[in-house]
T-cell receptor
Framework: GNSVTQMEGPVTLSEEAFLTINCTYT??????LFWYVQYPGEGLQLLLK?????DKGSNKGFEATYRKETTSFHLEKGSVQVSDSAVYFC????????????FGAGTRLFVKA | GAGVSQSPRYKVAKRGQDVALRCDPI?????LFWYQQALGQGPEFLTY????????KSGLPSDRFFAERPEGSVSTLKIQRTQQEDSAVYLC???FGQGNEQYFGPGTRLTVT
C-alpha cells in the first residue's frame, strides 16, 4: 500500500541552526511528493513539492529532493528562524483513478530565539 | 481572492445525532477533497470529487459517512448517528485540477459527547 513515515517530534532548535526532518515513503506507481506546513492557528498550506525522481522542491529557504533509490524526501533548511515554528507534514499523491493524498503524522518544530 | 471556507468552525454533537459540515471551495476549482485529522495525527483521506462526480470514497470509515457535491461547487459531509470516535477536525481542500496544489480550509472541529 501507500504510506508516509516521518520523524517524530517535537524537534527543538535554536535560531540559525540547521534543520532536517526525515521522510520516507512506500508507494505503488510514481507518486508526487509534498511538504505541507501548518503554522499556529492557521490552516495547512503547501510548502514545496516534487513530481519526479531527482527533482528538488524549494521555497522560503526550505529544500527537499525526491530520492527514488532511498524512497525519501527529507526536508532541510540551512538556518531556521523563530517564525519557522510550525507542524510539518510530508505527503504523497498517487493517481488511483482519483487523486488520493496520503499524509505523514506530522513533525512539530520549535525554534528558540 | 477568497480561500476555502468551512462551516461551522466548531460543532459539538451528542452521540447519536446527525451532523452536516459544509465546504465552499475556491471558485473555479474542479477538485475537492475531504480529510479527517485526529489530534496529533496527519490528515486522513476520506473522499474526492471532480466537479460533481465522487471519484474516490475509499477513505470513508463507515456507511454513516456520506459526502455530496451536487452542483460541482459547495460540498457537504454528513455524518449520521455520530459516535465518540468521530471526534476530529474535518478538513476540506480544493484544487484547480488533478495533480495541482491543494488549498485547505480552516477545518471544522467536531466533538461528540
Amino acid at each position: 500500500g501507500n504510506s508516509v513515515t516521518q520523524m517524530e517530534g517535537p524537534v527543538t532548535l535554536s535560531e540559525e541552526a540547521f534543520l532536517t526532518i526525515n521522510c520516507t515513503y512506500t508507494a505503488t506507481g510514481y507518486p508526487s511528493l509534498f511538504w505541507y506546513v501548518q503554522y499556529p492557528g492557521e490552516g495547512l498550506q503547501l510548502l514545496l513539492k516534487a513530481t519526479k525522481a531527482d527533482d528538488k522542491g524549494s521555497n522560503k529557504g526550505f529544500e527537499a529532493t525526491y530520492r527514488k533509490e532511498t524512497t525519501s524526501f527529507h526536508l532541510e533548511k540551512g538556518s531556521v528562524q523563530v517564525s519557522d515554528s510550525a507542524v510539518y507534514f510530508c505527503a504523497l499523491s498517487v493517481d488511483t483513478g482519483g487523486f488520493k493524498t496520503i499524509f505523514g503524522a506530522g513533525t512539530r518544530l520549535f525554534v528558540k530565539a | 481572492g477568497a480561500g476555502v471556507s468551512q462551516s461551522p468552525r466548531y460543532k459539538v454533537a451528542k452521540r447519536g445525532q446527525d451532523v452536516a459540515l459544509r465546504c465552499d471551495p475556491i471558485s473555479g476549482h474542479v477538485s475537492l477533497f475531504w480529510y479527517q485529522q485526529a489530534l496529533g495525527q496527519g490528515p486522513e483521506f476520506l473522499t474526492y470529487f471532480q466537479n460533481e462526480a465522487q471519484l474516490d470514497k475509499s477513505g470513508l470509515p463507515s456507511d454513516r459517512f456520506f459526502a455530496e457535491r451536487p452542483e460541482g461547487s459547495v460540498s457537504t459531509l454528513k455524518i449520521q448517528r455520530t459516535q465518540q470516535e468521530d471526534s476530529a477536525v474535518y478538513l476540506c481542500a480544493s484544487s484547480f485540477g488533478q495533480g495541482n496544489e491543494q488549498y485547505f480550509g480552516p477545518g471544522t472541529r467536531l466533538t461528540v459527547t
